[in-house]
């Protein structure tokens, strides 16, 4: 580990972010980049306060005035900031040549601007011009070890703090103002394999994780398409951790809870689609008064069978058919119990065939049950989008 002494006296910063916003931020910043003529991206700091309070410069720089430090350094000729992008999982470097302050619909309608930072209804008061992307660590237990060996983090007081651990208490405000390496250290002058460290293929997946996907969207490209994007990052999980498995001889030594959760967590996460879909498509059927939070996969179960006396099958084929399947019901069933084992362990561990039942129908030959759901999802979202036209058009009438 350096000392103090031997990192760059350049104050850097470190943000979070969250990949329930977005499970392929980095992906998407990248692509962006990529893309632009102006070879740039925007990264925006999403806050989950209101959006009115940070539409001004003056009040996000009282908010982060570390930020606001660091962007006054960059005045300096030359001075570029590394920005440090970590979810605790993965760890990327950006070269940042600009920062900006408050949340406008001028900042958001940038063309350079990822369309999940565009729509976000929480607030956006930091901006970060992005002129490349390298990414250092692609496992989390290595992003920890990098974070605590390089990251010296400042406190209230001015002073630095050795090491960066995000499970030490106390309070966080990013981004955080830190010492690390110098940006010649990180993105050298060889500027990756192609003068551009973001091309490089690596860069927003590890290899394992591409090949991964990029199986699975050959093996099933029409479900592929229509899947939630953080139902790709858990299916691409769950199919890494199934090969792992497999690389076992005596696989009855080796836990199976891990494939299966990522599985579980595919559907539920699309069932939620689905849920959300029928409660705008079927605002008034009664199964909505009987939901309580927290909205689980058993929750979901309970009101696509509450739906079934409610959907017409000559308008929704596919939705009447999800929830009047007994097959995909007990399918879904199934899940329901193996997601509650995952999260009770007192319940019984998972069986070898559960295992084998389980991935073949997301990963596997028999995907008609997934499908369908993605069928379903489908046909409610081209009501939900009519639905919501004729509702603009009525309020501008």
């Known amino acids: 580990m350096p000392d103090l002494s031997e ?39 999403i806050y989950t306060g209101p959006r009115n309070e940070f539409t001004s410069e003056e009040a996000a720089r009282r908010k982060w005035p570390q930020v606001a430090r660091v962007a006054g350094d960059m005045k300096s000729p030359g001075r570029e900031l590394l920005l440090l992008a ?5 760890l990327h470097a950006m070269r940042v040549d600009a920062v900006e302050f408050g949340d406008t619909d001028e900042r958001r309608c940038r063309d350079s601007v990822p369309d999940y930072v565009k729509y976000t209804e929480a607030a956006v008061p930091l ?3 992005v002129r490349d992307i390298r990414a250092l660590r692609q496992v989390q237990a290595q992003t920890l070890d990098w974070l605590h060996e390089n990251v010296w983090v400042q406190r209230d007081d001015g002073e630095f703090l050795r090491g960066f651990d995000p499970y030490r208490s106390g309070k966080t ?20 394999s192609q003068g551009f460290y973001a091309s490089d293929p690596e860069t927003a997946f590890p290899p394992d994780r591409r090949h991964a996907r990029e199986e699975l969207e050959g093996r099933m490209p029409t479900i592929w398409q229509r899947l939630e994007d953080r139902s790709k990052s858990e299916l691409a999980s769950a199919r890494l951790q199934q090969r792992r498995l497999g690389a076992y001889k005596g696989s009855e030594e080796v836990e199976p809870h891990t494939v299966l959760y990522h599985l579980a967590l595919v559907v539920e996460i699309e069932c939620a689609a689905v849920h959300e879909l029928m409660s705008e498509c079927f605002p008034e059927a009664p199964v909505w008064k009987d939901e309580k939070p927290p909205i ?8 696509f069978i509450g739906l079934k006396l409610f959907i017409c099958k000559e308008l929704f084929p596919r939705t009447h058919e999800l929830v009047s399947s007994e097959a995909w019901l007990t399918w879904l069933n199934g899940f329901v119990n193996l997601r509650n084992n995952a999260i009770h362990p007192e319940r019984p561990l998972v ?12 990963i596997g030959q028999d995907t ?6 993605c069928s ?3 046909e409610l979202k081209e009501v939900s989008v009519k639905m919501r036209a004729k509702d603009r058009y009525r309020r501008r009438r």
């Open 296 to 303: 689980t996969l058993g929750t979901y179960q309970r009101s």
């Open 127 to 129: 901006w970060f011009r």
């Open 86 to 90: 970590t979810d605790f999982e993965s």
């Open 351 to 362: 069986t070898p065939d559960d295992l084998k039942e389980q991935t073949g129908s997301l």
């Open 376 to 378: 379903a999802k489908m």
């Open 173 to 192: 405000n990013y981004p955080l103002a830190i010492r690390t390496l110098a940006m010649d250290r990180i993105f050298g002058t060889d500027g990756g």
């Open 368 to 373: 008609g049950k997934l499908a369908l759901l």
């Open 7 to 45: 990192l760059d006296p350049t104050v850097q910063l470190l943000q979070l972010w969250n990949p329930r916003t977005a499970p392929h931020t980095i992906k998407l910043h990248v692509d962006q980049l990529l893309a632009s003529p102006a070879r740039e991206v925007w990264f925006g700091r």
